[in-house]
């Protein structure tokens, strides 16, 4: 086994990456179905898959965070601060500006278009919306706040699912400015005993303490500003990435207790199912809220440690597929939830059986993805609007 701690790359994490954006893109076909809110819902919305859903929600974007911080460091032990922020801008930001104008308003366009057809006057304004594109697109743009219902207005133009893009540019950002300080004072994991208590034992307690205080206050909105309860908890794991991303030493804690961490991960997830169970929308006593948000990060915290030890023990090697797919990530991410929307609302209304239904918006979105990878990364001027680096050319030729 290979390992890459203190080179350029983190293979296994690499892995860890793709395989966990990939799961991202299942879970966002997963909430066209769940009775959860969405921009779109299918007709046959249902809480089936809800328990399923649940399995990987309460970790899946938090591991995301890490690998972010992880790769972070690797990028700012090589630069100046200037360098870091000049260079994580760049990638993340166009994408970003891009994504808001160019690839997110299909899926507001097709939020409004079902909110039109199922609540008709329940829009406050529904001659705002006529169904044209471009007089939708005019309105997107330029901030319009008419489309509003009960539960409030359409904020346009948004960045829906691109606001982890967003969260990780504003966290680098300041990482960056704080660099110059946090490079003299030599950033490293504690060693020994102390160190694996911590690393085990310290962010389960963070994500719990923030669960209990910081949730039931400020929920989650992915809206930046105040989005309080989700800067502790991503911000937070970002960071601990960041910090321990040099040092091997809770990584090979993981790898070694990976299957213990996988348990408690399925402990925790037992008894949350349970207090769901049993509780359900009910007002549940303050103290078994407590104990089962404690649970709740418990499955959050262990499926992590799990995943690191994992991908530290088996996904080490490299390949020209982890090559490929390192690359092809990120505009797969970009472009996915669109390709979700769009499928899923028309084929939605053909009433197909579920299961062909199903399986017709993951291919139709795994095609959209790689034929939108395919044409965008051999055409430099879409490039860096998609977070890919340099040409075409010089990527094939350093690929082989």
Known sequence: MTTTDTHDRRIDLDWLRIGAFALLILYHVGMFYVTWDWHVKSARASDAVEPLMQLVNPWRLSLLFLISGVATRFIADKTTAKGLAVSRFDRLFWPLLFGMFVIVPPQSYYELREAAAHVGAALSDPSSFTGDWWS????????????CDADGCLTVPTW?????????????????????????????????????VLFLVAPWLYLWASRAALFPVFGSTHALTDDWYNHAVYGGIFLLGFVMAKTPAPFDLAMRLRWAALMLALVGYGVSQAFTLRWGDAEAPALELLVARGFRELQAWMAIVALLGFARRHWNRDS??????????????ILHQTAIVVIAYHLDKLS??????VALV????????WGGFEVVRRISVLRPMFGLKGSFRRQANAAR
């Open 362 to 369: 993951i291919a139709g979105t795994a095609a959209v993805c």
């Open 136 to 147: 939708f697109y005019f309105r997107y743009a330029t901030g319009y706040a008419g489309w």
């Open 352 to 357: 197909l059986p579920l299961a062909l239904e």
């Open 160 to 196: 829906n699912h691109l606001w982890f893009v967003a969260y990780v540019l504003v966290y680098t950002l300041v990482l960056a400015a704080l660099w110059p300080l946090l490079r003299r004072s030599d950033l490293r994991w504690p060693a020994g005993a102390a160190g694996s």
């Open 320 to 333: 020209p597929l982890r090559r490929y797919l390192t690359e092809a990530i990120f505009p797969f991410y």
